[in-house]
Every structure is written in structure tokens, then in C-alpha cells.
């Protein structure tokens, strides 16, 4: 329906948001089972059971990734191309899972491209969509709502930072949506999980790759109750500072921020 908005490396969710199945696919999923939870451990499950994760928190956090990044990047981009916004209303969708659980594409019974103005308007996104799906991660999964928020809060944030990259979109008609990772609340009050999704980090920092970095993200994804999984290289709990020569002159080791 929208693929002409994406580009570059964008191309990858030109079709999450669909009005057409794929021809290959696993679990269907009416959005109103997802939005209730109902569908949540089965798909969980399958993920855990495909990378071999024993933690069931760790998976729920990891799953989460991929479901927010199929919804939010795509609204993002139709949203800022567009300026309309978008109607995510569960009654209106299924989503298309793979096999192992991560879902594939949103498919609508209509067009969500309704005729109200977008300018950052995420209403349906949180109110319809991450509300319940969040609060039925958490009641199964005992995870903080902040940690399926900042997960969601990534892919909003990078969204935006391709979108200004490839300079197909003038900086003003971004501006009403990255504005929004500056506000606690937004424009009609609700709930704003985007907000501050970043820290600042002091001069010297290094990610968990080794590299240089100015920031990184407020909250740990908590990945790491599984053995089997590391820290994500902008974790805070990943970065490094480098400590300054001790009085023997030798390199003390470096410091955890």
C-alpha cells in the first residue's frame, strides 16, 4: 500500500503494513488476540524455542523488538510522508507471524491512512496498539513497562534518523514527530513512551563494541537474564569509560558507567 515512502535501508518494512498476505507464513494473529494478550505466550514461546532462550523474560523482551519495530518504523515513515495519520485500530487487522513467531506484516481489512493530520499524532499507536499490548507483556512476563517502552522507543527514534538521512522529507516535516522524544506527555495529553529515550553520556564513552559514543539508551533491555544472550552494544550497562594512569604510572582498568 505505502511502499513508494521507503527507501534505502528502509526498503525492509516498505510492506509490514499491508493490505495483501504472504504467500508463506505461520501463525495469524486477529489483532484484537494480540491486543489482549490471549495470543502473546504461544508467539513468545515460538521465538524462545527458535533461538534456543531458556528465560522467558529474556525472550518477551527480544520478541517485543521485533513487534515494535514491524509497526512503529512503518508508522513513522507513512505518517512523516504522508501527514495523515494512521488508524491502528485492532478490530481493523491481523498480523502475519513467521514460523517462529515474529510478526511478518500488519494486514488490514481497509485502509488506516484516515484524513486526520499526523504532526506527531501517535494516539492510536500507544492507546490502541502498545498500551495493551505492554500491559499484557508485563502481566505475563513480570518485566517493568518502561523496559517494553524503551525497546519501542528505539526503533521510533531510528526511524526518524533514517528518514532525516535521506533528506526525501524536508526537516519540517519531521519535526512535529521528533519533537515528541522531548515531551513527557503528548500533544493531547496521553502517554508519551517515546520520551527521552537517550542518555547523554560524558566525553570518552565507548559502547559495548569498543567505539566511541556520545549516548546511549536510557534503559537496559534486560536481554541478559538468558545466559545465551549479551548486553546490546548501546546498553548503559555496556558503556565504558577509559580511567586515567594511577600513580605508578601504569593504565588502571577502565570504568563502568
Given at each position: 500500500?505505502?511502499?513508494?515512502?521507503?527507501?534505502?535501508?528502509?526498503?525492509?518494512a516498505a510492506n509490514a503494513l499491508s493490505d495483501t498476505a504472504p504467500d508463506d507464513h505461520g501463525p495469524v494473529i486477529?489483532?484484537?488476540?494480540?491486543?489482549?494478550?490471549?495470543?502473546?505466550?504461544?508467539?513468545?514461546?515460538?521465538?524462545?524455542?527458535?533461538?534456543?532462550?531458556?528465560?522467558?523474560?529474556?525472550?518477551?523482551?527480544?520478541?517485543?523488538?521485533f513487534f515494535f519495530a514491524r509497526l512503529i518504523i512503518p508508522?513513522?515513515?507513512?505518517?512523516?510522508?504522508?501527514?495523515?495519520?494512521?488508524?491502528?485500530?485492532?478490530?481493523?487487522?491481523?498480523?502475519?507471524?513467521?514460523?517462529?513467531?515474529t510478526v511478518d506484516r500488519f494486514v488490514f481489512d481497509q485502509d488506516p491512512l484516515g484524513t486526520r493530520p499526523a504532526d506527531g499524532d501517535i494516539r492510536s499507536l500507544v492507546d490502541d496498539v502498545m498500551t495493551p499490548v505492554t500491559a499484557a507483556l508485563v502481566g505475563e512476563y513480570r518485566l517493568s513497562p518502561r523496559v517494553f517502552g524503551s525497546n519501542a522507543a528505539m526503533y521510533y527514534a531510528w526511524a526518524l534518523d533514517q528518514?532525516?538521512?535521506?533528506?526525501?522529507?524536508?526537516?519540517?516535516?519531521?519535526?512535529?514527530?521528533?519533537?515528541?522524544?522531548?515531551?513527557?506527555?503528548?500533544?493531547?495529553?496521553?502517554?508519551?513512551?517515546?520520551?527521552?529515550p537517550f542518555k547523554t553520556l560524558e566525553p570518552g564513552a565507548r559502547d559495548g563494541n569498543g567505539e566511541p559514543t556520545r549516548e546511549c539508551r536510557r534503559l537496559c533491555c534486560v536481554?541478559?537474564?538468558d545466559p545465551s544472550l549479551g548486553l546490546c552494544a548501546n546498553c548503559p550497562r555496556a558503556i565504558t569509560y577509559p580511567s586515567p594512569p594511577n600513580p605508578?604510572?601504569?593504565?588502571?582498568p577502565e570504568r563502568v558507567s
Open positions: 500500500m505505502y511502499a513508494r515512502f521507503f527507501h534505502d535501508r528502509l526498503e525492509f486477529d489483532g484484537r488476540a494480540m491486543v489482549d494478550g490471549s495470543a502473546l505466550d504461544d508467539l513468545v514461546r515460538r521465538y524462545a524455542n527458535s533461538r534456543a532462550i531458556d528465560d522467558r523474560r529474556a525472550a518477551a523482551t527480544e520478541w517485543s523488538k508508522l513513522v515513515v507513512i505518517q512523516c510522508s504522508t501527514r495523515r495519520a494512521l488508524d491502528l485500530a485492532p478490530a481493523h487487522w491481523q498480523a502475519y507471524c513467521h514460523p517462529d513467531g528518514l532525516a538521512e535521506q533528506g526525501h522529507l524536508p526537516a519540517r516535516r519531521l519535526a512535529p514527530a521528533r519533537a515528541l522524544m522531548d515531551a513527557p506527555r503528548r500533544p493531547d495529553g496521553g502517554a508519551n513512551p517515546f520520551h527521552a536481554r541478559d537474564l605508578a604510572g601504569e593504565a588502571a
